[in-house]
């Protein structure tokens, strides 16, 4: 009989003080005792529930899992309860449940609990308000962790996406100097021979067309190749020392061999510096416009991404404006970059003639987020991302479509819910499509709708033009 729940402790509960006498002692009558030492765990997150916990005695903490490290969300403090909200939704544990210290428990089955809820409306409205409190409580702190996930997620492919340009335009930077500095000695050596200014411009000439040709990546790849070959046999019959040190910037400026014979012509049998040099300047100029153009591409590819990520969380901008969806689509691919591209091939179906939206835009762009993450998970980051907006007069609509497994018809109904997640444990929180929904509903008045079947899912959104 020491083990048995004991009256005074429920009523130390307030939900259970509603309850009558006869009803308390059929509670502590069939609740069953648990006994917890430290480190114990009494329940697993994503584990089918078992009932309501009355705890009596210790300290419980509660945890989540998220990307491999468990993540506590609160504690139980005796006296209390808990285990109603997966008993009331019969969803699987949301969360880890571990004994502090030694802990002195009872269950009680959720057949029981459910009983004592029809039966007494008082305690059913205050069990319902608690119910409230708690999943506010638990959905605001994930709902914070998942944006410092997103923030987390988002920061890393934008670390990843900056590093190429810039590693790119410190190589070029960094090679600069030497190159400058060896073209200075060239010029000053040429200065200081006797040379016709009608032969001095040919090799301007040459140099400003190749400066040009480099600038507009006017060349394909196969007449590069070809003139680079053709540039090496001509420079080794010349006697050229390391020729291949300069066929490729000669072709990459676009030198023809024709072009050649003419400027060195007349210093084939000159026994001084001049009969190479003006073939090393040359080479040198063109790769020093190469490491210019490299550097000013990289420099142009961080700017996009700072514009982009600026323009993505809507910086220096009213909370409402007109968006272009365009954007913002084209903005959080961009983020995504480093994701796509082991894979996924994009495909943009966009009307040109699609009207901007009064909306908040750094939340919209957290709907683009969402799904195109979602769907990148989803192919397993290989297939087919095709996105499609319509103008439909009053409003706007926009599909996200993957070539991914799809939505099995028995949980379509559910992905919007609040903690539903089809991911494994530690993976999501539940709350991504539930942040859509909120977002485009409650936010904006628009409508989500869900079409999926093996080999495919499509979500289309509508949003309208005028509120």
């Given amino acids: 009989m ?22 308390l002692e059929w509670v502590c009558d069939r609740a069953q005792t648990v006994s917890l030492q430290v480190g114990e765990v009494l329940v697993q997150e994503g584990t089918p529930h078992r009932g309501v916990y009355i705890l009596v005695q210790g300290e419980m903490v509660i945890t989540r899992r998220s990307d491999g490290i468990e993540i506590p969300l609160g504690r139980h403090h005796a006296p209390a309860f808990f285990g109603e909200i997966q008993v009331l939704t019969d969803n699987l544990m949301s969360v880890t449940l571990t004994a502090l210290t030694d802990c002195k428990l009872y269950e009680v089955e959720g057949d029981d609990f459910l009983k004592l809820l029809h039966e007494c409306r008082e305690f059913e409205r205050i069990i319902f308000r608690l119910v409230e409190q708690r999943l506010r409580g638990l959905e605001s702190f994930i709902r914070g962790r998942e944006k410092m996930a997103a923030l987390g997620t988002l920061a890393a492919g934008l670390a990843h996406e900056l590093n190429n340009p810039a590693a790119a335009l410190v190589r070029s930077l960094k090679e600069m100097p030497d190159t400058v500095l060896e073209l200075q000695r060239m010029n000053l050596v040429y200065g200081q021979r006797q040379v016709e200014p009608e032969h001095t411009q040919q090799w301007l000439q040459v140099r400003d067309a190749g400066y040009e040709a480099i600038l507009n990546d006017r060349c394909n790849l196969v007449t590069l190749s070809d ?25 990459t400026g676009g030198v023809e061999t024709k072009t050649l014979e003419q400027l060195m012509e007349r210093w084939r049998d000159d026994p001084t510096e001049l009969r190479e040099l003006g073939l090393h300047w040359l080479a040198l100029s063109f790769e020093m416009m190469s490491m210019i153009k490299h550097g000013l591409r990289g420099a142009e590819r961080i700017s996009e991404l700072v514009q982009a990520m600026k323009s993505y969380s809507y910086l220096d901008q009213g909370v409402q404006q007109e968006v272009d969806v365009h ?17 996924i091939q994009v495909q943009r179906h966009y009307d040109p003639q699609l009207p901007k939206v009064l909306a908040y835009g750094s939340e919209l762009n957290q709907v683009w987020t969402n799904l195109i993450d979602n769907a990148i998970d989803a192919m397993d980051g290989k297939g087919v ?42 993976k999501g929180s539940g709350l991504g499509l539930e942040t859509v929904r909120r977002i485009i509903e409650n936010r904006h008045q628009g409508t989500i709708l869900l079409d999926s079947k093996p080999g495919g899912t499509c979500f ?6 005028s509120r």
């Fill in 2 to 23: 020491g083990n048995k729940l004991c009256i005074d402790d429920l009523l130390m509960l307030e939900p259970f003080q509603q309850l009558p006498q006869t009803r």
């Fill in 227 to 251: 003139r680079e070959d053709a540039i090496l046999t001509w420079l080794e019959d010349y006697g050229v020392d390391q020729a291949w040190k300069l066929a490729e910037p000669l072709a």
């Fill in 460 to 465: 289309t959104i509508c949003l309208p033009l």
């Fill in 327 to 343: 954007q913002g689509l084209e903005d959080t691919l961009r983020l995504f970059g480093h994701k796509l591209k082991q894979g």
């Fill in 385 to 426: 991302l095709e996105i499609t907006t319509h103008d439909k007069g009053r409003s706007i609509r926009v599909d996200i479509a993957d070539s991914g497994s799809g939505i099995p018809a028995e949980i379509q109904s559910r992905i919007f819910e609040p903690f539903f997640t089809t991911k494994q444990v530690g």
